[in-house]
């Protein structure tokens, strides 16, 4: 069985937490290293500077000492040192290193956000593998590093909705036409959800941000507009007939997690369109997609039209979500067969 140190915040259980789970399943032994930034002071959790990182250095090289993993795997870890790294590549471990953020391109980023970066771009250098988010980093992390790098999208984790009841409580609050549930961000997505209100669709938003950014107008509209925590999240979809993505232009997203959640649960993902998208999912077979407001609209006056349209979408796309590989297992899959297999060869 080969060890595993996996490093980072583990802040969120969709990340490190279940990716280590479905690890477990591919015969690795996993070792959590939790860095808790909540212990630094604010500005040290944007900024890491090196005299107030010490202890989580020495603590992280004493861990490799004494439990020798195969495999150190530093996930967002913006707080561990070039020189941390170095040692740890010198103790025998092949270094992995990933973020499903966009450290790359900063051109676009507020100055903290490269400062936060800084640390993890120094040290991607020493990795044996390079895991990124999108397609686009692939190339832009060549920047920074040579080692052998590889795509590692998001996923779905199919035990967080199986066997997931609606009570009436829970149609009460949830059931309707159109759910979008997700950030606000300063694009075209407020203006597309308030057009769909004022033509009389029945809609449904959920998330962060739209409260403290929007106009009064907008949230006399939507009412307050409240976070979801995971269970429900996955309540409202299924509560909802059409499932809407708005994809991140500050995060330049060509796909966003939502977009393997709402197919891999089994429910009708209507996104913005974009060729990388139709290639993953068929338009109008396994998913639904819109490039204008106007069109929103017809699209979803079209599904609503006829219910058979959205449950055979609906089921086209969860099988394709299935068979494509999008699920957490298949993707911890293909994650240990690519440092396996080549670690294994290099030997």
């Known amino acids: 069985m080969k060890k595993i140190l996996i490093v980072g915040n583990w802040a969120w259980d969709h990340c490190e937490e279940a990716f280590a789970n479905a690890l477990r399943k591919q015969d690795f032994e996993v070792i959590p290293f939790k ?9 040290l959790k944007l900024i890491p500077l090196n005299p107030f990182l ?3 250095q020495i603590q992280l090289l004493e861990t490799v000492r004494v439990n020798k993993p195969n495999f150190v795997f530093l996930w967002n870890a913006t707080h561990v040192t070039y020189e941390t790294v170095f040692k740890m590549s010198k103790d025998n471990a092949k270094i992995v290193t990933y973020s499903n953020d ?8 507020p100055l903290r956000q490269k400062l936060l ?11 044996d593998f390079h895991f990124v988010y ?11 590093t040579n080692a052998p790098t590889f795509l590692l999208p998001p996923y779905f984790i199919p035990e967080k909705f199986h066997n997931l009841k609606l009570s009436d409580q829970d149609l009460s609050k949830y059931e309707t036409d159109v759910v979008f549930i997700g950030h606000y961000e300063n694009d075209s997505r407020s203006d597309f959800l308030e057009f769909l209100h004022d033509k009389g669709i029945k809609i449904k938003l959920f998330g962060t941000g739209w409260n403290k950014n929007c106009s009064e107008s907008f949230l006399k509209k939507f009412g307050n507009i409240a976070r979801l925590n995971q269970e429900d999240y996955f309540k409202s979809l299924k509560a909802s007939k059409i499932c809407l993505s708005f994809l991140s232009k500050y995060n330049r997203d060509i796909y966003t997690r939502r977009c393997f959640e709402i197919t891999g649960s089994g429910n009708l993902l209507l996104c913005e369109r974009n060729e990388y998208m139709k290639s993953l999912f068929l338009e109008n077979s396994e998913a639904t997609y819109f490039s204008s407001k106007e069109e929103l609209l017809e699209k979803i006056n079209w599904l609503n039209s006829n219910h058979e349209i959205i449950r055979d979408i609906s089921i ?11 699920s957490i297992d298949l993707r911890a899959k293909y994650f240990a067969d690519l440092v396996t297999e080549k670690t294994d060869k290099s030997l």
Do not use: T, V
């Open 35 to 43: 860095i808790n930034l909540d212990k630094l002071p604010k500005p």
């Open 54 to 56: 010490k202890s989580i």
């Open 102 to 109: 966009d450290p790359y391109f900063n051109s676009n980023k």
């Open 117 to 127: 970066w800084r640390k993890f771009l120094q040290y991607i250098n020493l990795a």
């Open 134 to 144: 999108r397609p686009i980093n692939i190339a832009e992390s060549k920047k920074y």
């Open 316 to 326: 086209a796309g969860n099988k394709k979500a299935y068979e494509s590989g999008h």
